[in-house]
């Protein structure tokens, strides 16, 4: 069994899903790197092809009619043999001194027969032109160097929350909550992530600055523009969270103060997409999204809605909108997500 399977969701990644494999190479035989090819039409194929002759032991190439990038993360979890599991996109990238420490600590686990549910590391916003590159860390949140619980966990700040590039499961804990990601979805990381987290007990955070994760060409899915465009999809992932866990009935309330923390902001990001618009329509799916909160989860609706920053995006008229814009654009530099 390998000690890690690491999935590369690919659509015609030809420019630059080669940077990204050869970052991975240096995990060696511990490792097994599954490139998926979501039904590309340039070169994916040919190339995720070639690193599978090339490397038989570490590579497989799976190749599928298109279904988008959830349905790339089902394939990777359906092929998986490693004991832990990483979804890295295929124009990212990893570091290399991080990831042999991370190897280095998965494999003293299994070892010393040591259970991890969830490892946490940081990544670096690689944003296109930025001259700082922003690195989203954990050590004033997580303990460092031991295996902990959720009541070990100090409270996240606003912003700060954990990504699909800052975790790597143990794959079992993936098939048994039951993930099943949306096929033709954009934005599913955040359901990737969340949907575990009730299953996980055992938590271990390296501080080491491990995914490279590439911000600003202008067709990405996180670009502003091209998320207002795909707002219905954000919208589905922010209802698949509410639908998934019911928050309100988890036990460990540190657990539950982080899960409801997390879909605060999924929340928010959804929101504040529809008011950067100026559509009527889109401003109607806001009242919409807050109005299916509500009859799934009145409780959570009352917590979402008069929550800080649920107040804050439900300021009446223009003027209220452009505070609550205001608002969002200076988190932007504060937390340096896009």
Avoid at 285 to 296: R, V
Avoid at 304 to 325: C, F, K, T
Wanted: hydrophobic content about 35%; some cysteine.
């Amino acid at each position: 069994m390998k000690l890690l399977s690491v999935v590369i969701p690919c659509y015609n990644s030809q420019d630059y899903m080669k940077y990204c494999i050869e970052s991975l190479l240096p995990g060696g035989e511990s490792v097994e790197i599954l490139i998926v090819n979501d039904g590309s039409v340039d070169q994916t194929a040919e190339i995720a092809d070639e690193y599978a002759k090339k490397y038989p032991t570490i590579i497989k190439a799976i190749h599928q009619e298109n279904g988008g990038h959830g349905e790339a993360v089902n394939a990777g979890i359906r092929n998986a043999s490693g004991t832990y599991f990483k979804v890295v996109d295929s124009d990212d990238w990893v570091d290399t001194r991080a990831y042999l420490k991370i190897l280095d600590t998965l494999a003293k686990f299994a070892t010393e027969d040591q259970s991890v549910d969830m490892m946490i590391s940081n990544f670096v916003y690689e944003k296109e032109g930025a001259k700082y590159k922003k690195v989203m860390k954990y050590e004033n949140v997580l303990p460092e160097g031991e295996i902990f619980t959720w009541k070990d966990i100090k409270r996240f700040r606003k912003g700060q929350y954990l990504l699909m590039h800052a975790v790597i499961y143990r794959t079992s804990i993936l098939r048994e909550c039951g993930l099943e990601l949306p096929k033709h979805t954009f934005y599913v990381d955040n359901l990737y992530v969340y949907q575990p987290l009730e299953y996980v007990k055992n938590i271990y955070y390296l501080n080491v600055d491990f995914y490279r994760y590439f911000i600003g060409r202008d067709d990405q899915s996180v670009n502003e523009k091209v998320m207002i465009k795909r707002i219905d999809q954000q919208i589905k992932v922010n209802k698949l969270m509410i639908d998934q866990v019911e928050i309100n009935s988890i036990q460990d309330q540190k657990l539950r103060e982080y899960m409801l923390h997390h879909l605060e902001i999924v929340t928010v990001v959804s929101a504040i997409l529809l008011i950067r618009s100026g559509t009527e329509e889109n401003l109607n799916k806001k009242k919409e999204l807050w109005k299916y909160i509500k009859e799934t989860d009145h409780e959570l609706y009352h917590q979402l809605r008069y929550g800080m920053m649920g107040q804050l995006l439900n300021l009446p008229g223009r003027a209220g909108r452009s505070i609550s814009v205001g608002a969002y654009k200076i988190s932007q530099k504060v937390v340096g997500f896009n």
